[in-house]
Protein backbone atom coordinates (compact mmCIF):
# COMPACT_ATOMS: atom_id res chain seq x y z
CA UNK A 1 0.00 0.00 0.00
CA UNK A 2 1.96 3.20 -1.05
CA UNK A 3 0.42 6.49 -0.61
CA UNK A 4 1.13 9.48 -2.73
CA UNK A 5 1.82 12.79 -0.06
CA UNK A 6 -1.70 13.91 -0.73
CA UNK A 7 -3.64 11.07 0.65
CA UNK A 8 -1.65 11.33 3.78
CA UNK A 9 -4.14 14.40 4.96
CA UNK A 10 -6.77 14.15 6.24
CA UNK A 11 -9.44 15.24 4.03
CA UNK A 12 -10.73 18.78 4.37
CA UNK A 13 -14.17 18.08 5.19
CA UNK A 14 -15.40 21.80 4.29
CA UNK A 15 -15.53 24.96 1.67
CA UNK A 16 -13.10 26.77 1.68
CA UNK A 17 -15.20 30.10 2.32
CA UNK A 18 -16.35 28.59 5.52
CA UNK A 19 -13.37 27.90 6.85
CA UNK A 20 -11.83 31.42 6.21
CA UNK A 21 -14.23 32.77 7.59
CA UNK A 22 -14.19 30.19 10.78
CA UNK A 23 -10.24 30.73 10.76
CA UNK A 24 -10.87 34.75 10.86
CA UNK A 25 -12.83 33.99 13.86
CA UNK A 26 -10.07 32.21 16.03
CA UNK A 27 -7.78 34.43 14.87
CA UNK A 28 -10.38 37.60 16.07
CA UNK A 29 -11.25 35.64 19.27
CA UNK A 30 -7.69 35.71 19.62
CA UNK A 31 -7.21 39.29 19.12
CA UNK A 32 -9.83 40.21 21.73
CA UNK A 33 -8.43 37.87 24.67
CA UNK A 34 -5.31 39.83 24.14
CA UNK A 35 -3.63 36.94 25.85
CA UNK A 36 -0.73 37.37 22.80
CA UNK A 37 0.49 39.31 20.03
CA UNK A 38 0.37 37.07 17.04
CA UNK A 39 -3.84 36.68 16.25
CA UNK A 40 -3.03 34.96 13.13
CA UNK A 41 -1.54 31.57 12.50
CA UNK A 42 2.53 32.44 11.57
CA UNK A 43 4.10 29.39 9.36
CA UNK A 44 8.05 29.87 10.34
CA UNK A 45 10.47 27.32 9.11
CA UNK A 46 12.94 27.26 12.17
CA UNK A 47 15.27 24.64 12.90
CA UNK A 48 15.56 24.93 17.37
CA UNK A 49 16.09 22.17 19.84
CA UNK A 50 14.02 19.19 18.63
CA UNK A 51 12.26 20.61 15.59
CA UNK A 52 13.50 18.80 12.31
CA UNK A 53 14.46 21.11 9.87
CA UNK A 54 12.21 22.33 6.91
CA UNK A 55 9.70 20.91 9.76
CA UNK A 56 6.69 23.48 9.27
CA UNK A 57 5.68 24.88 13.09
CA UNK A 58 2.66 27.44 13.61
CA UNK A 59 1.67 29.79 16.26
CA UNK A 60 -1.87 29.12 17.25
CA UNK A 61 -3.73 31.45 19.67
CA UNK A 62 -2.60 30.78 23.33
CA UNK A 63 -0.14 28.26 21.88
CA UNK A 64 3.77 28.28 21.43
CA UNK A 65 5.45 27.28 18.24
CA UNK A 66 4.33 23.65 17.64
CA UNK A 67 4.55 21.27 14.89
CA UNK A 68 1.96 21.93 12.18
CA UNK A 69 0.09 18.83 10.91
CA UNK A 70 -3.34 20.68 9.32
CA UNK A 71 -4.38 24.17 10.02
CA UNK A 72 -7.90 23.55 9.32
CA UNK A 73 -9.03 21.60 11.51
CA UNK A 74 -5.60 22.63 13.98
CA UNK A 75 -3.53 19.55 14.59
CA UNK A 76 -0.73 20.88 16.37
CA UNK A 77 2.10 18.12 18.11
CA UNK A 78 4.54 19.37 20.89
CA UNK A 79 8.14 19.48 19.83
CA UNK A 80 9.99 16.58 22.00
CA UNK A 81 11.79 18.81 24.39
CA UNK A 82 8.99 19.95 25.94
CA UNK A 83 9.02 16.11 27.76
CA UNK A 84 12.03 17.27 29.73
CA UNK A 85 8.94 18.99 31.98
CA UNK A 86 6.87 16.73 33.79
CA UNK A 87 3.92 18.62 33.40
CA UNK A 88 3.50 20.10 29.82
CA UNK A 89 2.54 23.50 29.60
CA UNK A 90 -0.31 24.31 28.12
CA UNK A 91 1.10 26.35 25.62
CA UNK A 92 3.32 23.65 24.50
CA UNK A 93 0.34 21.21 24.90
CA UNK A 94 -0.70 19.26 21.44
CA UNK A 95 -4.17 20.07 19.70
CA UNK A 96 -6.25 17.60 17.58
CA UNK A 97 -9.72 18.58 16.29
CA UNK A 98 -11.31 16.42 13.88
CA UNK A 99 -13.89 19.13 12.32
CA UNK A 100 -12.70 22.65 11.66
CA UNK A 101 -15.80 23.99 12.77
CA UNK A 102 -14.37 24.35 16.18
CA UNK A 103 -15.03 27.25 19.17
CA UNK A 104 -13.43 29.79 19.27
CA UNK A 105 -14.47 32.22 21.62
CA UNK A 106 -17.11 31.11 24.26
CA UNK A 107 -19.22 33.85 25.93
CA UNK A 108 -19.77 32.14 30.09
CA UNK A 109 -23.00 33.84 30.39
CA UNK A 110 -24.70 31.52 28.08
CA UNK A 111 -22.44 28.71 28.44
CA UNK A 112 -24.02 25.58 30.10
CA UNK A 113 -23.27 22.35 30.89
CA UNK A 114 -26.34 19.63 30.12
CA UNK A 115 -26.18 16.16 32.23
CA UNK A 116 -30.10 14.39 30.74
CA UNK A 117 -31.26 11.33 29.33
CA UNK A 118 -31.82 8.60 31.74
CA UNK A 119 -31.28 10.28 35.29
CA UNK A 120 -34.25 11.59 37.69
CA UNK A 121 -33.38 15.25 37.41
CA UNK A 122 -31.44 16.64 34.21
CA UNK A 123 -29.10 19.57 34.64
CA UNK A 124 -28.31 22.52 33.53
CA UNK A 125 -25.12 23.87 35.16
CA UNK A 126 -23.43 27.31 34.32
CA UNK A 127 -19.24 26.91 34.71
CA UNK A 128 -19.47 29.01 38.00
CA UNK A 129 -22.44 26.81 39.52
CA UNK A 130 -20.61 23.58 38.37
CA UNK A 131 -16.71 25.20 40.45
CA UNK A 132 -18.73 26.20 43.52
CA UNK A 133 -21.76 23.15 44.21
CA UNK A 134 -19.22 20.34 43.16
CA UNK A 135 -15.84 19.72 45.35
CA UNK A 136 -12.73 20.09 42.94
CA UNK A 137 -10.26 17.62 42.61
CA UNK A 138 -7.56 17.07 40.49
CA UNK A 139 -5.30 13.91 38.69
CA UNK A 140 -1.99 14.44 37.21
CA UNK A 141 -2.56 12.25 33.59
CA UNK A 142 -1.33 11.68 30.12
CA UNK A 143 -3.87 13.03 27.94
CA UNK A 144 -2.11 11.11 24.14
CA UNK A 145 -3.68 10.33 20.64
CA UNK A 146 -4.13 6.96 19.06
CA UNK A 147 -2.31 7.93 16.61
CA UNK A 148 0.41 8.94 18.42
CA UNK A 149 4.06 7.94 16.08
CA UNK A 150 1.35 7.05 13.10
CA UNK A 151 4.27 8.49 10.53
CA UNK A 152 6.62 5.80 11.85
CA UNK A 153 4.26 2.65 10.75
CA UNK A 154 5.51 0.64 7.88
CA UNK A 155 4.08 0.35 5.50
CA UNK A 156 2.44 3.73 5.65
CA UNK A 157 -0.87 4.58 7.00
CA UNK A 158 -3.09 7.44 6.38
CA UNK A 159 -4.38 10.17 9.35
CA UNK A 160 -2.43 12.64 10.91
CA UNK A 161 1.35 11.92 10.37
CA UNK A 162 2.26 12.61 14.19
CA UNK A 163 5.77 12.02 15.45
CA UNK A 164 5.76 11.43 19.02
CA UNK A 165 4.49 14.40 20.22
CA UNK A 166 0.91 14.24 19.83
CA UNK A 167 0.89 13.73 24.00
CA UNK A 168 0.94 15.95 26.88
CA UNK A 169 1.19 15.40 30.35
CA UNK A 170 -0.71 17.90 33.17
CA UNK A 171 -2.55 18.00 35.98
CA UNK A 172 -6.39 18.12 35.57
CA UNK A 173 -8.60 19.75 38.04
CA UNK A 174 -12.69 19.50 38.19
CA UNK A 175 -15.93 17.82 39.47
CA UNK A 176 -15.65 14.00 39.33
CA UNK A 177 -17.92 12.97 36.76
CA UNK A 178 -19.38 10.32 39.29
CA UNK A 179 -20.99 13.51 41.49
CA UNK A 180 -22.67 15.19 38.62
CA UNK A 181 -23.89 11.57 37.80
CA UNK A 182 -25.05 11.01 40.93
CA UNK A 183 -26.82 14.52 41.00
CA UNK A 184 -28.70 13.84 38.31
CA UNK A 185 -30.08 10.41 39.65
CA UNK A 186 -29.12 7.73 37.01
CA UNK A 187 -31.87 5.71 36.61
CA UNK A 188 -31.74 1.67 36.94
CA UNK A 189 -31.08 0.07 34.00
CA UNK A 190 -28.39 3.00 32.53
CA UNK A 191 -25.91 1.37 30.08
CA UNK A 192 -23.91 4.25 28.61
CA UNK A 193 -22.83 7.58 28.99
CA UNK A 194 -22.55 9.99 25.81
CA UNK A 195 -20.17 12.83 25.52
CA UNK A 196 -20.51 15.92 22.65
CA UNK A 197 -18.42 19.12 22.52
CA UNK A 198 -19.74 22.13 21.03
CA UNK A 199 -17.75 21.26 17.75
CA UNK A 200 -20.22 20.72 15.05
CA UNK A 201 -19.85 18.42 11.64
CA UNK A 202 -19.16 20.57 8.57
CA UNK A 203 -22.21 18.62 7.19
CA UNK A 204 -25.43 17.21 7.61
CA UNK A 205 -24.97 13.96 6.88
CA UNK A 206 -21.68 13.74 8.89
CA UNK A 207 -21.82 12.93 12.93
CA UNK A 208 -20.95 14.85 15.46
CA UNK A 209 -18.04 14.31 17.32
CA UNK A 210 -19.71 12.33 20.60
CA UNK A 211 -17.69 9.48 22.75
CA UNK A 212 -19.45 7.46 24.92
CA UNK A 213 -18.28 5.05 28.17
CA UNK A 214 -19.76 1.80 30.33
CA UNK A 215 -21.67 3.26 32.66
CA UNK A 216 -19.28 1.76 35.61
CA UNK A 217 -16.34 3.43 34.03
CA UNK A 218 -18.12 7.09 34.02
CA UNK A 219 -19.06 5.94 38.35
CA UNK A 220 -14.89 5.48 38.66
CA UNK A 221 -13.74 8.01 41.11
CA UNK A 222 -11.02 9.00 38.03
CA UNK A 223 -13.30 10.13 35.30
CA UNK A 224 -13.40 14.12 35.48
CA UNK A 225 -14.85 16.92 34.29
CA UNK A 226 -12.02 19.32 34.21
CA UNK A 227 -11.98 23.17 34.10
CA UNK A 228 -8.20 23.23 34.78
CA UNK A 229 -5.24 22.14 33.24
CA UNK A 230 -1.90 22.94 34.95
CA UNK A 231 -3.80 25.18 37.77
CA UNK A 232 -5.02 27.63 34.65
CA UNK A 233 -8.22 27.64 32.49
CA UNK A 234 -8.12 24.92 29.70
CA UNK A 235 -6.53 26.88 26.34
CA UNK A 236 -9.36 27.20 23.90
CA UNK A 237 -7.82 24.87 21.42
CA UNK A 238 -7.35 22.38 24.64
CA UNK A 239 -11.25 22.77 25.27
CA UNK A 240 -12.00 25.47 27.07
CA UNK A 241 -14.11 25.64 29.40
CA UNK A 242 -15.08 21.68 30.18
CA UNK A 243 -13.52 18.23 28.85
CA UNK A 244 -13.67 15.12 30.05
CA UNK A 245 -10.66 13.28 31.23
CA UNK A 246 -10.66 9.52 31.01
CA UNK A 247 -7.02 8.55 32.89
CA UNK A 248 -5.59 5.72 31.24
CA UNK A 249 -7.47 5.90 28.02
CA UNK A 250 -6.99 7.41 24.32
CA UNK A 251 -7.37 10.90 24.23
CA UNK A 252 -10.30 10.27 21.90
CA UNK A 253 -12.80 9.77 24.58
CA UNK A 254 -11.49 13.14 26.85
CA UNK A 255 -14.11 14.92 24.89
CA UNK A 256 -13.15 19.11 24.56
CA UNK A 257 -15.34 21.73 25.06
CA UNK A 258 -18.11 19.42 26.42
CA UNK A 259 -21.40 20.94 26.91
CA UNK A 260 -23.56 17.57 27.09
CA UNK A 261 -23.79 14.80 29.00
CA UNK A 262 -26.46 11.78 28.84
CA UNK A 263 -27.15 8.46 30.22
CA UNK A 264 -28.34 6.06 28.17
CA UNK A 265 -30.39 3.24 28.61
CA UNK A 266 -28.83 1.05 25.61
CA UNK A 267 -25.64 0.99 24.25
CA UNK A 268 -24.70 3.89 22.83
CA UNK A 269 -24.48 3.99 18.56
CA UNK A 270 -22.91 6.33 16.69
CA UNK A 271 -20.17 7.11 14.12
CA UNK A 272 -17.12 7.78 16.44
CA UNK A 273 -17.75 4.75 18.26
CA UNK A 274 -19.07 2.34 16.12
CA UNK A 275 -16.88 2.96 12.80
CA UNK A 276 -14.00 4.59 14.19
CA UNK A 277 -11.62 4.44 16.67
CA UNK A 278 -11.97 0.50 16.47
CA UNK A 279 -8.80 -1.87 16.72
CA UNK A 280 -8.28 -5.18 16.03
CA UNK A 281 -9.35 -7.67 18.52
CA UNK A 282 -6.28 -9.65 19.99
CA UNK A 283 -3.47 -9.20 22.31
CA UNK A 284 -1.44 -6.70 20.12
CA UNK A 285 -4.21 -5.06 18.01
CA UNK A 286 -2.72 -6.06 14.75
CA UNK A 287 -3.27 -6.84 11.38
CA UNK A 288 -1.70 -6.78 8.28
CA UNK A 289 -2.20 -4.63 5.01
CA UNK A 290 -3.19 -8.38 2.99
CA UNK A 291 -5.20 -10.05 5.92
CA UNK A 292 -7.20 -6.96 7.72
CA UNK A 293 -8.83 -7.62 11.25
CA UNK A 294 -12.85 -8.50 10.54
CA UNK A 295 -13.18 -8.50 14.31
CA UNK A 296 -12.72 -5.26 15.97
CA UNK A 297 -13.44 -3.44 19.44
CA UNK A 298 -13.50 0.40 20.01
CA UNK A 299 -9.80 1.63 21.19
CA UNK A 300 -10.10 1.77 25.14
CA UNK A 301 -6.66 1.79 27.34
CA UNK A 302 -3.14 2.98 26.66
CA UNK A 303 -0.18 0.11 26.08
CA UNK A 304 2.87 1.32 27.80
CA UNK A 305 5.57 3.41 26.17
CA UNK A 306 8.34 5.12 26.63
CA UNK A 307 10.21 7.77 24.99
CA UNK A 308 13.97 9.44 25.28
CA UNK A 309 13.77 13.28 25.28
CA UNK A 310 17.12 14.11 25.85
CA UNK A 311 20.27 13.87 24.30
CA UNK A 312 18.91 15.76 21.74
CA UNK A 313 20.11 17.81 18.81
CA UNK A 314 21.35 19.62 19.08
CA UNK A 315 22.94 18.72 22.71
CA UNK A 316 26.77 17.74 22.87
CA UNK A 317 27.60 14.39 23.58
CA UNK A 318 31.46 14.34 24.07
CA UNK A 319 33.44 11.17 24.37
CA UNK A 320 35.22 10.69 28.16
CA UNK A 321 32.39 13.29 29.29
CA UNK A 322 29.57 12.10 31.35
CA UNK A 323 25.89 13.05 29.59
CA UNK A 324 22.83 11.75 31.09
CA UNK A 325 20.29 9.75 29.20
CA UNK A 326 16.52 10.48 29.76
CA UNK A 327 13.12 9.87 28.89
CA UNK A 328 9.42 9.00 30.26
CA UNK A 329 7.40 6.15 30.00
CA UNK A 330 3.89 5.59 31.09
CA UNK A 331 1.41 3.13 30.72
CA UNK A 332 -2.72 2.93 31.80
CA UNK A 333 -2.19 3.49 35.35
CA UNK A 334 -0.57 0.49 36.29
CA UNK A 335 2.72 2.30 36.98
CA UNK A 336 5.97 1.68 35.98
CA UNK A 337 7.94 -0.83 37.76
CA UNK A 338 11.44 -0.34 35.28
CA UNK A 339 13.26 1.28 32.27
CA UNK A 340 16.18 -0.21 30.50
CA UNK A 341 18.22 1.31 28.12
CA UNK A 342 20.51 0.71 25.57
CA UNK A 343 23.53 2.25 23.41
CA UNK A 344 24.03 -0.16 21.49
CA UNK A 345 20.62 -1.04 19.69
CA UNK A 346 19.13 -2.91 21.97
CA UNK A 347 21.76 -5.67 21.86
CA UNK A 348 22.56 -4.93 25.72
CA UNK A 349 20.24 -3.12 28.16
CA UNK A 350 21.14 -1.45 31.62
CA UNK A 351 18.39 -0.34 34.08
CA UNK A 352 17.47 3.50 34.38
CA UNK A 353 16.96 4.60 37.96
CA UNK A 354 13.27 6.34 38.25
CA UNK A 355 12.23 9.52 39.50
CA UNK A 356 9.88 9.62 42.41
CA UNK A 357 6.31 8.52 41.05
CA UNK A 358 4.45 11.52 43.52
CA UNK A 359 2.92 12.63 40.01
CA UNK A 360 0.81 9.34 39.99
CA UNK A 361 0.26 6.03 38.11
CA UNK A 362 -1.13 7.77 35.35
CA UNK A 363 2.08 10.39 34.86
CA UNK A 364 4.99 10.63 32.91
CA UNK A 365 7.58 8.95 34.97
CA UNK A 366 10.99 10.08 34.29
CA UNK A 367 14.16 7.83 34.61
CA UNK A 368 17.83 8.68 33.51
CA UNK A 369 20.96 7.07 33.24
CA UNK A 370 24.62 8.81 33.34
CA UNK A 371 26.45 7.88 30.42
CA UNK A 372 30.01 8.13 29.51
CA UNK A 373 30.54 7.04 25.73
CA UNK A 374 34.15 6.04 25.83
CA UNK A 375 35.11 6.82 22.03
CA UNK A 376 33.31 9.07 19.29
CA UNK A 377 31.03 8.12 16.64
CA UNK A 378 27.20 6.94 16.20
CA UNK A 379 25.20 5.54 19.21
CA UNK A 380 21.95 3.71 19.11
CA UNK A 381 19.84 4.93 21.25
CA UNK A 382 16.84 2.73 23.03
CA UNK A 383 14.55 2.74 26.02
CA UNK A 384 11.99 -0.41 26.89
CA UNK A 385 9.55 0.51 30.06
CA UNK A 386 7.87 -2.15 32.44
CA UNK A 387 4.75 -1.96 33.89
CA UNK A 388 3.40 -3.28 37.23
CA UNK A 389 1.56 -5.75 35.99
CA UNK A 390 3.81 -7.18 34.10
CA UNK A 391 3.44 -5.88 30.28
CA UNK A 392 6.94 -4.49 28.47
CA UNK A 393 7.78 -3.14 25.34
CA UNK A 394 9.41 -5.09 22.75
CA UNK A 395 10.49 -5.62 19.13
CA UNK A 396 7.40 -6.91 16.95
CA UNK A 397 5.64 -6.28 13.81
CA UNK A 398 3.20 -3.93 14.98
CA UNK A 399 0.98 -3.06 12.12
CA UNK A 400 -3.03 -1.72 11.97
CA UNK A 401 -4.57 0.16 9.27
CA UNK A 402 -5.17 3.33 11.79
CA UNK A 403 -1.74 3.34 12.97
CA UNK A 404 -3.10 3.34 16.60
CA UNK A 405 -1.30 2.14 20.40
CA UNK A 406 2.32 2.21 18.85
CA UNK A 407 4.73 1.10 21.64
CA UNK A 408 7.26 -1.13 20.03
CA UNK A 409 10.94 -0.24 21.32
CA UNK A 410 12.00 2.88 18.93
CA UNK A 411 15.65 3.54 18.58
CA UNK A 412 17.58 6.73 18.33
CA UNK A 413 20.86 7.37 17.02
CA UNK A 414 23.24 9.86 18.78
CA UNK A 415 26.69 11.06 17.65
CA UNK A 416 28.99 12.00 19.85
CA UNK A 417 32.04 13.73 19.11
N1 LIG B 1 -15.06 17.94 21.08
C1 LIG B 1 -14.00 17.23 20.66
N2 LIG B 1 -13.23 16.61 21.57
C2 LIG B 1 -12.14 15.90 21.18
C3 LIG B 1 -11.81 15.76 19.81
C4 LIG B 1 -12.63 16.43 18.86
O1 LIG B 1 -12.41 16.37 17.64
N3 LIG B 1 -13.71 17.15 19.32
N4 LIG B 1 -10.70 14.99 19.45
C5 LIG B 1 -10.25 14.00 20.42
C6 LIG B 1 -8.94 13.46 20.07
S1 LIG B 1 -8.88 12.29 18.85
C7 LIG B 1 -7.79 13.83 20.73
S2 LIG B 1 -6.30 13.17 20.32
C8 LIG B 1 -7.84 14.80 21.84
C9 LIG B 1 -6.79 15.87 21.70
O2 LIG B 1 -6.76 16.67 22.85
P1 LIG B 1 -5.96 18.03 22.84
O3 LIG B 1 -6.29 18.76 21.57
O4 LIG B 1 -6.33 18.76 24.07
O5 LIG B 1 -4.49 17.66 22.87
O6 LIG B 1 -9.10 15.44 21.94
C10 LIG B 1 -10.20 14.57 21.83
N5 LIG B 1 -11.39 15.29 22.14
MO1 LIG C 1 -6.67 11.49 18.67
Known sequence: MILKPEELQDPKPEGDAVSRRRFLQLASAAAMSGAFSACHSQYTNTSFISV???????????????LLLTDRPPQLETPIHYFREDLTPNEAF???WHYEGIPTYIDLRTFRLKVGGHVDKPLTLTLDELKHQFDATSIVAVNQCSGNSRSLFLPRVPGGQWKNGAMGNARWTGVRLKDLLQRAGVKSGAV?????????????????????LGIEHALSDEVLVAYSMNDKPLPMLNGFPLRLVVPGWYATYWVKSLASIKVLPEKFHGFWMDKAYLIPKNADAVETPENLATDTVPINKMNVRSLIVSPDLPDLVRAGATAEIQGIAFDSGSGISKVEVSIDGGKNWQAATLDSDALGKYSFRRFRLPWTPQSSGAYQLASRAYTNDGKFQRVFDQWNKSGYMRNVIEQREVTVI
Open 52 to 66: PPGQTVARFPEKAEL
Open 94 to 96: FVR
Open 192 to 212: DVSFGGLDEAPLFNMSKFVKA
